[in-house]
Each structure stands twice: as structure tokens, then as C-alpha cells.
């Protein structure tokens, strides 16, 4: 069964560094989104995207944050700044949102865990 | 503001119960409504979802039931077990974009 993956699993950086989160979405999705979960809280969406373009972001998604999608597989996060309310899990999601249905079953990736020291 | 509230945060189950989760939203814009499952250390999985155009789904163990009146909609497990124990999130959205999660219910089912 297709799936959403992410790499790395876990990513260490010192505050000020900046990371790439990365993710491969599932083959045949057009709509791709970043989420984060702060420890024990709840899921909160910070973008997603659609035909090369952000479509959509959150009021968490400043200027320190940037997608991209650099080939026709990868999705990718970017924290130009990290500072230490950065550490969290951040999901990938992609989904096959049917317009005309109005169907966005949304998939999610095992996330990856950043900690910002 | 908090688009969809849930509750219980926590709920505590005898293996062979019903355990039942509630949402209420406030937004009558929002046409589909998931729910999701998380195991610790793991991503959101989707359980099951429903439109507004129907009052319950069944999938198995699990089914939704919808009261678009009230902006309400619950998730009720039959039978419980052991290996349903994780934290589940109801969800919303309305163009069909970004998702806006509840705070999630930590469920233990006791064997």
C-alpha cells in the first residue's frame, strides 16, 4: 500500500541553524501539507500546497518558514532560523482531494521529530 | 479560537465496552469530518470520515454518528480492546484544504 514517507526521522539542531524536513508524497497526489505537533498537544496545519504553489497557510507559517517541491517526488520544509518553540513533530500529509466530491482524505507520514537545542 | 472542540481529553475503557468520543464544531462551512488514530511515535492514520449529508457511518468497530443541527459528531468503538489504546483526533474542513484537529482523547482499554 502507498505511503507517505519522511526523512529524518529525527533531526538535533542548534537554535539559529536552519533544517530541511524532508518528505516523499504518495505517487499520484497533487495536494501536499506540512503539519506540527508540539509534544502532547494537539495537530496544527502550517501550509499546504498545490500546483507548485502554496495554497493555503497557517498564521504558524512566518517568514522563517519556506515549501518547496524540488523534483517531481520530494516535498520539502525549511526553517531558515530554528529557535527552541521550533522543537516538535512535523507530519507530511498528501491527498487525492476529489474537487468534484469534495473528498481530501488527507495521508500522513511517521513525522519527523525536531529538537531544537 | 478553538474550531473543533473534543472531548473526553482521556477516557479509560473495559475491554468489550464502548468507548465514545465527542466533537462539536462552530464553522457550518465544514463538509467532511475525519478521524484519526495515532499510535506514540507514530503519524495520524485515517479511521474513518463522514459528510454532512448522512447522520452515521459504520466501518466495522467503528462508526460516526453526525447531528449537523447541533454541529456535533461522535465516535462511537464497539468492543473494545487492548490494541485500540492510542489517542484519537477528530477533524474538519471545509474547502476541503487544512484540516483543523480536536485536542485529541487519550484512550486505555483495559484487558
Known amino acids: 500500500e502507498p505511503e507517505v514517507t519522511q526523512t529524518p526521522s529525527h533531526q538535533v539542531t542548534q537554535m539559529g541553524q536552519e533544517v530541511i524536513l524532508r518528505c516523499v508524497p504518495i505517487?499520484?497526489?497533487?495536494?501536499f501539507y506540512w503539519y506540527r505537533q508540539i509534544l502532547g498537544q494537539k495537530v496544527e496545519f502550517l501550509v499546504s500546497?498545490?500546483?507548485?504553489?502554496?495554497?493555503?497557510k497557517s498564521e504558524i507559517f512566518d517568514d522563517q518558514f519556506s515549501v518547496e517541491r524540488p523534483d517531481g517526488s520530494n516535498f520539502t520544509l525549511k526553517i531558515r532560523s530554528t529557535k527552541l518553540e521550533d522543537s516538535a513533530m512535523y507530519f507530511c500529509a498528501s491527498s487525492d482531494f476529489l474537487r468534484t466530491s469534495g473528498i481530501n482524505t488527507q495521508y500522513f507520514g511517521p513525522g519527523t521529530r525536531l529538537t531544537v537545542l | 479560537q478553538q474550531q473543533v472542540k473534543q472531548s473526553p481529553q482521556s477516557l479509560i475503557v473495559q475491554k468489550g465496552g464502548i468507548s465514545i468520543i465527542n466533537c462539536a464544531y462552530e464553522n457550518t462551512a465544514f463538509d467532511y469530518f475525519p478521524w484519526y488514530q495515532q499510535f506514540p511515535g507514530k503519524g495520524p492514520a485515517l479511521l474513518i470520515a463522514i459528510r454532512p449529508d448522512v447522520s452515521e457511518k459504520k466501518e466495522g468497530r467503528f462508526t460516526i454518528s453526525f447531528n449537523k443541527s447541533a454541529k456535533q459528531f461522535s465516535l462511537h468503538i464497539m468492543d473494545s480492546q487492548p490494541g485500540d489504546s492510542a489517542t484519537y483526533f477528530c477533524?474538519?474542513?471545509?474547502?476541503?484544504?487544512?484540516?483543523?484537529f480536536g485536542t485529541g482523547t487519550s484512550l486505555t482499554v483495559i484487558p
Open positions: 505517487s499520484n497526489h497533487l495536494y
Open positions: 477533524a474538519a474542513s471545509s474547502t476541503g484544504n487544512q484540516f483543523y
Open positions: 500546497f498545490y500546483n507548485n504553489e502554496i495554497s493555503e
